[in-house]
């Protein structure tokens, strides 16, 4: 069984607060995606991280990708209230492979 | 910007009904997906779907679940007799090919799915 673990499940912090978001998994994956789910809404695609060690820049979100490609970080600096929402990680396997999601970190961003 | 269409958007169904779940997903992409999200938990896989095939299937996906593409356009979840627990949003999503540049998946908006 392929986990992934995320953490924190829930995050609180005052707008302007730099955070992370940690997934972790025992397994290595080909790629591993981040995205954005809003309530009653599919997720939405932030980033894909292929390469072990690769960082991707989006704004202020910073993405990156372990050595082992077994475990990825989302950084965010100066959040914003618009940031709130569930950030979810999903590892794949194989380039056509499902999609194994993590639990998903509820992000709450207070102005 | 090409997208991943679901109808319908909700769909309430007895227990024991059929139902049937559509999507279109994106037109030049060649691989298919069901994933579902039961309400608070995480998302699902369900089922994979290439070349008018299964691929891969999970152990939710039991013989009361079917898929078919029965156009160019059309992917469809049948669920032939509903239970309560198969109350959930069902998501689709497609991915172009495999290939490093293309591997992403992209998501519907999903079905939310309430069997009464």
């Known amino acids: 069984t392929q986990l992934l673990e995320q953490s924190p499940q829930f995050l609180s912090i005052q707008e302007g607060e730099n955070l992370t978001v940690y997934c972790n998994s025992s397994?290595?994956?080909?790629?591993l995606q981040w995205y954005r789910q809003e309530p009653g809404e599919g997720p939405v695609l932030l980033v894909t991280?292929?390469?072990?060690?690769e960082v991707k820049k989006l704004k202020r979100l910073t993405f990156q990708f372990g050595d082992a490609r077994k475990d990825s970080s989302l950084h965010i600096t100066a959040a914003q209230p618009g940031d709130t929402g569930l950030y979810l990680c999903?590892?794949?396997?194989?380039?056509?492979?499902?999609?194994?999601f993590g639990d998903g970190t509820t992000l709450t961003v207070k102005p | 910007e090409p997208e991943v269409t679901q109808t319908p958007s909700h769909q309430v169904t007895q227990m024991g009904q059929e139902v049937i779940l559509r999507c279109v997903p994106i037109?030049?992409?060649?691989?298919f997906y069901w994933y579902r999200q039961i309400l608070g938990q995480k998302v699902e896989f369900l089922v994979s779907f290439y070349n008018n095939e299964i691929s891969e299937k999970s152990e939710i996906f039991d013989d009361q679940f079917s898929v078919e593409r029965p156009d160019g356009s059309n992917f469809t979840l049948k669920i032939r007799s509903t239970k309560l627990e198969d109350s959930a949003m069902y998501f689709c999503?497609?991915?172009?090919?495999?290939?490093?540049?293309?591997?992403?998946?992209?998501f519907g908006p999903g079905t939310r799915l309430t069997v009464l």
């Open positions: 037109s030049n992409h060649l691989y």
């Open positions: 397994s290595v994956f080909s790629s």
């Open positions: 999503a497609s991915r172009r090919l495999a290939g490093r540049t293309y591997n992403e998946q992209f």
């Open positions: 999903a590892g794949v396997r194989t380039n056509a492979g499902k999609s194994t």
């Open positions: 991280v292929v390469t072990g060690g």
